[in-house]
C-alpha cells in the first residue's frame, strides 16, 4: 500500500499569502521525495525535489523542507498566486525505480 | 530536450472492447517507463514499470497489461474492459532509481 500520505486534503488561501503543504510518510528507508503540482485535466509537474541527506532545499518561491526524524515533509509557496491553485502531491522513492504518491492536497486561491 | 508523448488525451469505450494506450519518449535512451492510473480526487496508482525492452513489472493485479516493443515505447492494454478500468491513465518516464519522473498529459478513459 502507499507509505505516503498528505495531512489534509484541501487548503484555501489567500492571494499573496505563503502556503504549506504537509506529507507524512512511514517508511524510514525512503531517500528521495518529491513535489508535484498537478492541474485540472494534466499530467503532474515536477516542482521541487530532495534527498535524505538534505532537510531543506530551495527554489523559485518553493522551499521544501524535510524532518527525517518525525518522517514529514512540507512544501511552502510564497507569496501564493492565483497560477499555484491545483493539486499538489508529494512523492517518495525507494531508490527502486518506483515512486509512491499521496492522495493529494487541492490548493484554492482565494482573490 | 525529452518529450514524452501519450495519446489519445480522451477516449470513450464500451464494457468488452479492447484497449490500446501508447506513450513513446524522445530524447533520452533506456528511460525507465511507468503507467499510473488516477481515479477522480485520489492520488496516483503505479500500474505498470519498465526498466527495458521487454521487461515489464506489474504492481496490482488487474484486468489491463503492458508491453514495451522499442526502447522508448510502452503501451497499456486490455482484452475486454470493465466498467473499473474508467480512470485517467498517465505515462511517465525517469532516468533512473533516485531520479524524478516525467508525465505525459494523461488519456481520460471512460468505459460505458
Known amino acids: 500500500g502507499e507509505s505516503v500520505g498528505l495531512h489534509l486534503p484541501t487548503l484555501s488561501v489567500q492571494e499573496g499569502d505563503n502556503s504549506i503543504i504537509n506529507c507524512a510518510y512511514s517508511?524510514?528507508?525512503?531517500?528521495?521525495f518529491i513535489w508535484y503540482k498537478q492541474e485540472s485535466g494534466k499530467g503532474p509537474q515536477f516542482i521541487i525535489d530532495i534527498r535524505s541527506n538534505m532537510d531543506k532545499r530551495q527554489g523559485q518561491r518553493v522551499t521544501v523542507l524535510l524532518n527525517k526524524t518525525v518522517k514529514h515533509l512540507s512544501l511552502q509557496i510564497a507569496a501564493t498566486q492565483p497560477g499555484d491553485s491545483a493539486v499538489y502531491f508529494c512523492?517518495?522513492?525507494?531508490?527502486?525505480?518506483?515512486?509512491?504518491f499521496g492522495a493529494g492536497t487541492t490548493v484554492t486561491v482565494r482573490a | 530536450s525529452q518529450t514524452i508523448h501519450q495519446w489519445p488525451a480522451t477516449l470513450v469505450q464500451p464494457v468488452g472492447s479492447p484497449l490500446s494506450l501508447e506513450c513513446t519518449v524522445e530524447g533520452t535512451s533506456n528511460p525507465n517507463l511507468y503507467w499510473y492510473r488516477q481515479a477522480a480526487g485520489r492520488g496516483l496508482q503505479l500500474l505498470f514499470y519498465s526498466v527495458g525492452i521487454g521487461q515489464i513489472s506489474s504492481e496490482v493485479p488487474q484486468n489491463l497489461s503492458a508491453s514495451r516493443p522499442q526502447d522508448r515505447q510502452f503501451i497499456l492494454s486490455s482484452k475486454k474492459l470493465l466498467l473499473s478500468d474508467s480512470g485517467f491513465y498517465l505515462c511517465?518516464?525517469?532516468?533512473?532509481?533516485?531520479?524524478?519522473?516525467?508525465f505525459g498529459q494523461g488519456t481520460r478513459l471512460t468505459v460505458v
Open positions: 512523492a517518495e522513492n525507494r531508490n527502486d525505480y518506483k515512486l509512491s
Open positions: 511517465a518516464w525517469s532516468a533512473g532509481a533516485g531520479t524524478e519522473a516525467f
Open positions: 517508511n524510514s528507508a525512503s531517500d528521495y
